[in-house]
């Protein structure tokens, strides 16, 4: 039994042997049928595809249909690894994983790539100005960043801060990338590097203590004026863009849930009810998805709302429309 298969290393054959002779595939009739199928007309069962269909659609290994596939909810690790209680003194970072197995790579390196974005503004001069402009009005930073997170925010969100937390949501980058591509549409040629630096700069400021929508956008339309580079354009296209989120607040925001608000709400409840820091974090974590959920199921229900009663609206309409034809039929025919 000699693999054809160039991927497959011919020393695996006779584990492949062992396997097949010991009977170890999971039994059926309908397992039976298919695997003996591919034992007729082909060497090897793995190769056999004559429709194309793959593997996995033969049925050739069907445990793999019995596991069901987890949701993926999301991932976060710590900003700063630590060292480890070990011999051989490493650095690790604590983590929360809440997505399926085989994606569990995809989302590290989602969130990494939003942390090193995020590590390399916080150590430029305009993110040193902008703390030094926010201090200036009174503002002072209430969280340290510690945590990154890939995921873990209602659908329509693209990115947002939670205590010590700065959440990068599913999509990120397209999320972004569709949006450069709504302002490009407006004649506002601001480019996917520049609007992630404004949502960074969005997101940061929220630690500070703004909450209000409104008076943040304006706090970045008037750093953006006195302390952007005129000569730089993407100071003029970052305003931009912050004058429009200004301009539209009501809209962005209605009926969305405020992360930071949230956080701090479900943070004084923890502390109320006398938990400590790890039951706190984890409490809030609880309630955020929690309320990530309901989030979701109100905009499915109002989105299910609209589509009825458009629906009811246009039969209505129908109905108008066919009842004045009659009627003008029948003036016709007097």
Not at 151 to 166: F, H, I, R, S
Not at 214 to 230: P, S, T
Not at 293 to 310: F, K, L, Q, V
């Amino acid at each position: 039994m000699v693999s054809i298969n160039p991927y497959k290393p011919e020393a695996m054959d006779a584990v492949d042997e062992m396997i097949i002779g010991r009977n170890t595939v999971q039994r059926g009739p309908w397992v039976d049928n298919t695997y003996a199928q591919c034992m007729e007309e082909r060497e090897n069962p793995w190769d056999y595809d004559p429709d194309g269909k793959g593997w996995l659609e033969r049925g050739i290994q069907p445990a793999l249909e019995m596991v069901e596939k987890l949701p993926n909810y999301g991932y976060m690790e710590e900003a700063i690894g630590h060292s480890a209680d070990t011999i051989l003194n490493k650095y690790v970072k604590d983590e929360v994983v809440a997505v399926h197995m085989n994606d569990v790579g995809k989302f590290i390196s989602s969130t990494r790539d939003g942390s090193q974005r995020t590590a390399n503004h916080l150590y430029s001069k305009d993110i040193e100005n902008l703390d030094a402009f926010l201090r200036d009005k009174g503002y002072e930073l209430e969280n340290d960043l510690e945590f990154f997170a890939y995921g873990m925010l209602p659908d329509k969100a693209v990115a947002g801060v939670a205590g010590n937390t700065l959440f990068f949501n599913k999509g990120f980058i397209q999320k972004i990338a569709e949006e450069a591509a709504k302002y490009h549409k407006e004649g506002v040629w601001v480019d996917i590097d520049e609007l992630i630096e404004n949502t960074i700069e969005h997101e940061l400021v929220h630690m500070y203590g703004v909450h209000d929508e409104a008076e943040l956008e304006a706090l970045l339309v008037e750093f953006y004026e006195k302390h952007g580079d005129r000569d730089d354009p993407k100071y003029k296209h970052k305003q931009e863009v912050s004058k429009d989120r200004l301009a539209n607040v009501a809209k962005n925001y209605a009926g969305q849930y405020r992360l930071e608000e949230l956080a701090a709400e479900y943070r004084a409840e923890a502390k109320e009810a006398g938990l400590d820091h790890d039951e706190t974090v984890e409490y809030v974590d609880k309630r955020l998805r929690e309320a990530s959920e309901e989030g979701s199921e109100d905009n499915e229900n109002a989105s299910e709302a609209t589509e009825n009663r458009e629906s009811g609206e246009n039969a209505e309409s129908d109905g108008e429309a066919v009842e004045g034809d009659g009627d003008g039929g029948d003036g016709g025919g007097e």
